[in-house]
């Protein structure tokens, strides 16, 4: 029995590490547009995020989506580490909600990929108000930019987000789709986690 809880361990380390590598490698996956006060982009990081919850759960698909997305702004964005956490706690919130609404089976009666769609949508809106919140936080209060160009900002960013938003459902939801059933049938995942 001990020796089975390890060997889940082991092997849900494993593929938290795979899922966080994914994210970090589709949040590079990016085209980057200038905004007002900086630069907003569209990238394919959100997929990941989303696709981790779904494959591995709330809290493990959120340290994996979060892990990812930390990695790649200390790698190749720079800010400053508070920055950095703050993009780890909005990108495990996306992924450990996609994975919770499964979890908890919303939307149970719903055909399988509208259930998906709507449980990634879920976490991926989730993402949007929490970045944005960060975004006028930072770009009002600590960096105490005029309130119209923040505000400029914020639609510019919103768009982007939700974009994303978008594009990280359209497609996350056929990739887990496809991906599920051959990784239970090998073992890789937990039988317990079809949803």
């Not at 589709?26 to 630069?39: H, Y």
């Not at 780890?88 to 399988?112: D, Q, V």
Request: charged content about 10%; proline content about 5%; glycine content about 10%.
């Amino acid at each position: 029995m001990n020796e089975k809880k390890n060997a889940f361990s082991l092997n849900m380390l494993a593929l938290i590490g795979l899922m966080a590598a994914l994210v970090f490698v589709g949040s590079k996956i990016e085209v980057r547009i200038p905004a007002v006060l900086g630069v907003t982009r569209i990238h394919l990081g959100n997929s990941m995020c989303l696709l981790a919850g779904f494959l591995l759960g709330a809290v493990p698909g959120g340290f994996a989506a979060g892990l990812g997305s930390f990695l790649f702004d200390v790698i190749f964005w720079p800010a400053s580490p508070v920055e950095w956490l703050i993009t780890f706690a909005t990108k495990f919130a996306m992924g450990f909600m996609a994975g919770l609404m499964l979890e908890r089976k919303a939307f149970s009666g719903m055909p399988a990929a509208a259930r998906y769609a709507l449980c990634g949508a879920s976490g991926a809106l989730l993402y949007v108000v929490l970045y944005l919140l960060k975004s006028f936080v930072t770009y009002y209060f600590v960096l105490q930019n005029p309130l119209p160009a923040v505000q400029l900002m914020l639609i510019e960013k919103g768009a982007a987000s939700l974009f994303n938003a978008v594009i990280a459902v359209i497609l996350a939801v056929p990739i887990y789709l496809a991906l599920s059933p051959e990784l239970r049938r090998y073992g890789i995942l937990q039988t317990g986690r079809q949803r």
